[in-house]
Each structure stands twice: as structure tokens, then as C-alpha cells.
């Protein structure tokens, strides 16, 4: 069983920081992939950041604002939010891409969402 819990998520005014964590859990090899993940009411699931190996990426809307990290000691995955718009308004989804022990397969796995509102 694989769990992958978020938490960090709440209220912020326009410009101000958030600070997202989604710690992983279970019997896993290996994490390959660690993404962050956004949908906002009447929008479609889109990718705000992720990290694959040392390489990271991120939407245009979001460069220089956020930053992705991961601590492979933790299992854990960041998502550092700064001079936040309105616009971020969305519930957060962390996304990992995993390798099981027991079996060798690969399987992609989400967390539970959290909601972050930018609001005055």
C-alpha cells in the first residue's frame, strides 16, 4: 500500500507564500517522478512542477515563483510558493511515479488534494 499525504495548503493574500509537502509512504524501490498537479473549479487538471531525477520543470505560469525540492530521505516532495496570484487559487494534487518492491512494476499513485485560495 502506497499512501502519499499533502498538507500546507490554506488562505493567503495576493503575494503572499505557501508551502506544500506530500510525504510518501509504503513499500516502494524507488520514486522516479514527484510532480505537483492543479485544477481549478471548471478547469482541467494541469502540471505546475516536477522533478525526475536532479532535473526539474515547471509551467510558464509559475517559473520564478515556485519551486519544486525533494527529500529521498523522507519520501517527501515541496512545493515552495511565493508572490502568489489570485490566479493560483486551485486544489494542489501531488503526483508520484513509483517502483514496488514485492513486484518490480510501476505505478503512478496521487495524493488527496489540498486547496489553496488567494484571495484579499
Known amino acids: 500500500q502506497v499512501q502519499l499525504v499533502e498538507s500546507g495548503g490554506g488562505l493567503v493574500q495576493p503575494g503572499g507564500s505557501l508551502r506544500l509537502s506530500c510525504a510518501v509512504s509504503?513499500?516502494?524501490?524507488?520514486?522516479?517522478?514527484m510532480g505537483w498537479y492543479r485544477q481549478a473549479p471548471g478547469k482541467q487538471r494541469e502540471l505546475v512542477a516536477s522533478i525526475t531525477g536532479g532535473r526539474t520543470n515547471y509551467a510558464d505560469s509559475v517559473k520564478g515563483r515556485f519551486t519544486i525540492s525533494r527529500d529521498n530521505a523522507q519520501n517527501t516532495v515541496y512545493l515552495q510558493m511565493n508572490s502568489l496570484k489570485p490566479e493560483d487559487t486551485a486544489v494542489y494534487y501531488c503526483?508520484?511515479?513509483?517502483?514496488?518492491?514485492?513486484?518490480?512494476?510501476?505505478?503512478?499513485?496521487w495524493g488527496q488534494g489540498t486547496q489553496v485560495t488567494v484571495s484579499s
Open positions: 509504503g513499500s516502494i524501490f524507488s520514486i522516479n517522478v
Open positions: 503526483k508520484i511515479i513509483a517502483t514496488l518492491r514485492m513486484s518490480g512494476a510501476r505505478y503512478f499513485y
